[in-house]
Structure formats: C-alpha cells, structure tokens
C-alpha cells in the first residue's frame, strides 16, 4: 500500500524534495532521480481539481504541447506519470531562480545584460510561434534562470493549440496578468497570439531595463485606459536606439506592431545575437544530410547514372515498430492529409525510381532544387523565408517488396513553411502515394 500524500517521498524513481512553486491547480516539487541522480521539477496536479473545473482538455494540451516544443530556453518535460489520484509533469530543473528574483533583488539590469535575456525570450517565443504554439501568459514569473545564467520559460499551461481558433483565425480567450496583456487581449475581440506573446516580450524588456512596470496604475480602469493609448515613458537612462525599439514593440495597434521577423533585423536587437543551437525532433543536423552529399560531385554522378542498379533501404521490423508506434502498424500510414501528427511521410507502391522522378517533377515548380543520391535527396527552397532558406531531406525506404515509404523531414527553415510546402507537394502527388 502506498504511503499517504503528506509522508510520502518517493514519486516513481523520484526522491521528492522542497516545494518549488505554487498554483491554484498545481504544486511543484524539487526531485532526485534515485539511481541518475538528476534533478527534476515536478508539477502534481490534483485530478479531482481538473475534474471539477473542466479543465481535462486544458491539461492534455497542456502536455502535448510541451512535449511538442524543444528549446534550449523553454523548459523541457521529460516524462509523465500519475497515479489514482494526481498527475505528475516530471520536468527539467532550472536551478537559477525566478529572473524577477534577480531584479528584486539587484534592482533593473544593464542594456547589454536585458539584450542578452530579451534575445534568449525572443528566440523562444519565435520558435514556438513557428509550431502554432502561443504562450499568451508571459510573465515574470514565468522566466527562470539556469545555472549557467541562461533564460529558460516556463509553463505552457494557458497556451494555445490551432484548435482553439475560432472561425475568424484569431485566439479569444483573455487571460494573463493585465500589467503585461496586450490592449487587443483585454479587447477580446479576437487577436493574434504572435503579435500579443510579443507586446508582453516588450513590457518584460522595459521591466528588465527599467526596473518597474511601463503600465502601472491602482485603478484597473486607468490601468486599461493607458495600456490602449501605449502611454508610457520610458526613464532617461535608456538608450535612443533602445527607445525606439521599445516604440515598436509597444505598439497598442497590433497591424503595426513589429513582427518577430523584423525584430531580428533590428541593429539593437542584433548586437551580440547567437541563435540558440539545439536538435529538434523534426529537424534533423545539416551535417547529416550534407554528409550524404558531400561526395564528390563525380561520385554523386555515377551513382545518377547508376541508379537503376541501387535499391532503396530496406526497413528491418525494428525500425519498422519504432516507426508505428508500438505493434499497431497504422502509424506507418500517415497520410499526407494527416500532417498535424508531424510525421511527414506518405507510402507508395510505385518503383522507388519513379517516386524520386516525381517529387523532382513536383518540386521543381515550387521554386526547389533537387539534389539525389541514391534513394536520398535534399531539396532546398530559392527564396529566403522566415528562417533562411527551406531545406528538406527525403529518403525512400522498402517497406516490404514493392511497398515504399517516403520520408521527409525539415533540414533547416521555416516548421510552417516546411509544412505548406509539403501540403504543396503532396497534391501533385497524389498519383503515386497509396492509401
Ligand atoms: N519552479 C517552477 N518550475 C520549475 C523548474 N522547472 N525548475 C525549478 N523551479 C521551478
């Protein structure tokens, strides 16, 4: 019999420790692997709270969101586990404390030091956009720090999946804190979770600089009232150039409002900028697929000329289970009329050397240029979006005789762009992929 919840210290493999934080719906708790010896937060929901409050849905998303976004400054889950009565998020610890902690504490920080924290947020927030994620709570208390000193956000429990668009494309529900909410938020006459994620980017970057809120006010009503005429000032310590930066983000109309894309082109913003390095599950390393093209441009020839004689890879039953999740092999269907799954794969029971011909044929039109080898190719985009150029990786594998199946992956660019691409793609190929 299990220990009762006051005494007990052990949750799964976790040595359960200190409480960290606290929540309305939720409790986190410090955690030791017992045999790892890794540290781990651990968020306890109470299943009767979520229950009576409806919030079910709210929670799943909540983890698949999580598990879908995987940055260097977002924290990270790690597993899930529950029991009769609670659910436990297993998290990443991030050991630095809350970033306002630090402001509290030390008072408002340096420009360079605000830089570098507003890029790592920046960064962030635009990677998540890119997947339709929203986080439509950013807040202080929502930023942590690493050991290393490095930003890291936190709780995704408020953000928003495709799903809760209403007919007219936009987000509806109003929530967060009103001192970092965006005037179309409070509004709620439906917004775009981009451009709102980035006004509260902005009144965290002034709060960093500053030292205090740019909207403040006892009244809420005043409080309302300025955030809809953006009226702030900024101290005399900022820089011009900080200002009018701050101007942009500032901006109470959202169709004005600077966009994560022309944040990076900023000069302000750009000093000392390093993109965050990290692997993500659906962007496979450059290097691989430059590896695969690298030979030398003789070799890569013969191998065209040869390629009647090559068969593509043949799948063995344990990539064959990996990839359909467990023993139930319709997971190894995916169709292209099923990309929110992500997996971007479709089957044929074309000859391999026909499929590559026709995702050349197809590709090419839409502005892709198209390097084989073998049963391998790599397809780069001719113009610049978002991200840099688009780059996708392809390979045909044997699923059995005469069966194929065609992967593809995003090597480099855009995750939104990747995937109207290959919605793009996969019309024109309709004829050679098997249902
Ligand atoms: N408080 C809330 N989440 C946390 C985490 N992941 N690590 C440390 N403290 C936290």
């Given at each position: 019999m299990s220990a009762p919840a006051a005494v007990r210290t052990r949750i799964g493999k976790y040595e359960i420790g200190k409480t960290l934080g606290e929540g309305t719906f939720a409790k986190v708790k410090y955690g030791k692997h017992?045999?790892?010896g890794v540290d781990v937060a651990i968020k306890i929901i109470d299943k009767d709270k979520i229950l009576k409050h409806k919030m079910v849905e709210q929670i799943k998303r909540e983890i698949s969101t999580m598990k879908l976004v995987k940055h260097p400054n977002i924290v990270q889950i790690l597993e899930v586990l529950a029991s009769k009565t609670k659910i436990y998020l297993v998290l990443e610890y991030v050991?630095?404390?809350?970033?306002f902690s630090k402001i509290l504490n030390q008072g408002r920080l340096r420009e360079d030091q605000s830089r570098k924290y507003f890029q790592q947020l920046i960064d962030a927030v635009d990677y998540c956009h890119s997947r339709?994620?929203?986080?439509?709570?950013?807040?202080?208390?929502n930023l942590l720090l690493d050991a290393e000193g490095n930003l890291k956000i936190s709780d995704f429990g408020l953000s928003a999946l495709p799903?809760?668009?209403?007919a007219d494309g936009l987000l509806h529900t109003t929530c967060g804190t009103p001192n970092y909410v965006a005037p179309e938020v409070i509004d709620d006459?439906?917004?775009?979770g981009a451009k709102a994620d980035l006004w509260s980017c902005g009144i965290i970057l002034y709060v960093l600089m500053a030292?205090?809120?740019?909207f403040d006010e006892a009244s809420i009503m005043t409080l309302y009232k300025k955030i809809h005429k953006a009226d702030f000032t900024c101290p005399p310590w900022f820089s011009p150039a900080a200002r009018r930066f701050i101007l942009q983000i500032l901006d109470p109309n959202p169709k004005t409002r600077i966009t994560a894309a022309q944040i990076y082109k900023i000069d302000w913003f750009k000093k000392g900028y390093t993109p965050a390095k990290f692997k993500q599950k659906d962007d496979i390393s450059l290097e691989d697929i430059e590896s695969v093209f690298s030979e030398s441009m003789d070799k890569h020839e013969h191998m065209e000329l040869q390629k009647n004689e090559k068969k593509p890879t043949i799948m063995n039953a344990f990539q064959l289970i990996t990839l359909s999740?467990?023993?139930?092999?319709?997971?190894?269907?995916?169709?292209?009329?099923?990309?929110k799954k992500g997996d971007t794969r479709f089957t044929s029971i074309k000859p391999a050397n026909e499929i590559i011909a026709s995702i050349k044929e197809v590709a090419k039109p839409l502005g892709f240029d198209v390097q084989t080898c073998d049963f391998k190719m790599k397809m780069k985009g001719d113009k610049e979006g978002r991200k840099g150029h688009l780059s996708v990786a392809t390979q045909v594998f044997e699923?059995?005789?005469?069966l194929f199946m065609v992967e593809l992956r995003k090597a480099h660019g855009d995750t939104l762009e990747y995937h109207n691409f290959y919605n793009e793609l996969s019309k024109g190929l309709k004829d050679i992929v098997w249902r």
């Open positions: 017992v045999e790892t050991s630095g404390g809350e970033l339709r994620v929203y986080h439509r709570d950013l807040k202080p208390e799903q809760q668009f209403r006459k439906g917004y775009d030292g205090y809120l740019p999740n467990g023993l139930n092999l319709s997971g190894l269907f995916d169709t292209p009329e099923d990309p699923v059995a005789p005469s």
